[in-house]
Nanobody, 117 residues
Framework: QIHLAESGGGLVQAGGSLTLSCAASGGTVSTYLMAWFRQAPGEVRKLVATFSSRGRASYWLDTVKGRFTISRDDAKNTVDLQMNMLKPEDTAIYYC??????????WGQGAQVTVSS
């Protein structure tokens, strides 16, 4: 069973950049549908981006298009989320998830990202 762990969260000034990394063990990310979600205070969890086993992004949340990039490093068995031009509304707990056949069954514990104005 695959296990996921996020890292790279922290505090950043608006307009800055931050990269989150999702490290996998017990399974290879290239065989799963991978995704990043986020949950802001008082809000429901939202899908940010997906990355298929074909090696490309298949979905982007409208508010992050052009600012965020999702990538997969097969050698490191990780999926990263590069966040640029960050805004205060990007503040949230970011979760990495993996799934098979369209459902996300495996989740990381989350990484806090705080963007100050």
């Amino acid at each position: 069973q695959i296990h996921l762990a996020e890292s790279g969260g922290g505090l950043v000034q608006a307009g800055g950049s931050l990269t989150l990394s999702c490290a996998a063990s017990g399974g290879t990310v290239s065989t799963y549908l991978m995704a990043w979600f986020r949950q802001a205070p008082g809000e429901v969890r939202k899908l940010v981006a997906t990355f298929s086993s074909r090696g490309r992004a298949s979905y982007w949340l409208d508010t992050v298009k052009g600012r965020f990039t999702i990538s997969r490093d097969d050698a490191k068995n990780t999926v990263d989320l590069q966040m640029n031009m960050l805004k205060p509304e990007d503040t949230a707990i970011y979760y990495c998830a993996a799934g098979i056949d369209g459902s996300y069954d495996f989740w990381g514990q989350g990484a806090q990202v705080t963007v100050s104005s």
